[in-house]
Every structure is written in C-alpha cells, then in structure tokens.
C-alpha cells in the first residue's frame, strides 16, 4: 500500500531529473525556494553561486570557523528587478541554509521566526 505522501513513480514537480542529471539545477533551486522568504531572486543567487548542495557543502566544510560558515551566503549578490535596489541574501538566510547542510539533529528548528 502506497503512502499518501507517495506519489508511486510519477513525478510529482515540474521538472524531472534525467539519468545524465539534466534538471538536477532546477531540483535545486525549488529546494532553496523551499526555505521561507526565499524569491526566485535569492534562489537564483544561491545557486549560481553554487550550483549544487554538494559544492556548498565542500565550500561550508572549508570555512575555518562557525562564524565563517553561518555568513558564507550573506554577502552573495541578489540580481534586483527592473527598478529594484541591489540587495543579498543576507545572514539569516545564509544561517538557515548552513544548518539544513550541517546539521545532524533532524529537530533543529532552521527558522527562528516560526
């Protein structure tokens, strides 16, 4: 019997991941928009930045300290909309995305604000 959370084989996003791993960037990108407060924008950012979990993972593993690690995206460049003002992602964000890579407690709480 199938969960109901199960979707039984079919793809249940927008985009399907292929075998040579077309749509893994899309993949991606909606797991960072799964963050609350994230735009298209921030997301965008993040993984131009860093076009896979695992490239931010190695990136986090070479910060030097917990400081370094939890700001390494705050300081990453949003592109603005048309007459929009630049802005970043920012530390909270950045924090929150560091822990969901880092952490090993499955009950850590990532937004603050919830």
């Known amino acids: 019997?199938?969960?109901?959370?199960?979707?039984?084989?079919r793809w249940a996003a927008?985009?399907?991941v292929a075998r040579d791993g077309t749509g893994l960037q899309a993949a991606w990108r909606r797991q960072i928009r799964q963050f609350s407060r994230v735009s298209p924008a921030v997301?965008?950012?993040?993984?131009?930045?860093?076009?896979?979990?695992r490239l931010l993972q190695q990136a986090l593993?070479?910060?030097?300290?917990?400081r370094e690690r939890m700001g390494l995206?705050?300081?990453?460049?949003?592109?603005?909309s048309?007459?929009?003002r630049p802005?970043?992602?920012?530390?909270?964000?950045?924090?929150?995305i560091c822990l969901f890579l880092?952490?090993?407690?499955?009950?850590?709480?990532?937004?603050?604000?919830?």
């Open 1 to 9: 019997q199938a969960f109901s959370f199960c979707t039984a084989g």
């Open 14 to 16: 927008s985009e399907p």
């Open 43 to 53: 997301a965008d950012a993040v993984v131009t930045a860093f076009p896979s979990p």
């Open 61 to 66: 593993e070479a910060c030097s300290t917990e």
């Open 73 to 80: 995206l705050a300081d990453l460049p949003v592109l603005p």
């Open 82 to 84: 048309e007459g929009g």
């Open 87 to 96: 802005r970043r992602v920012g530390p909270d964000l950045s924090r929150r």
């Open 102 to 114: 880092t952490t090993a407690n499955p009950d850590l709480l990532l937004d603050l604000g919830s």
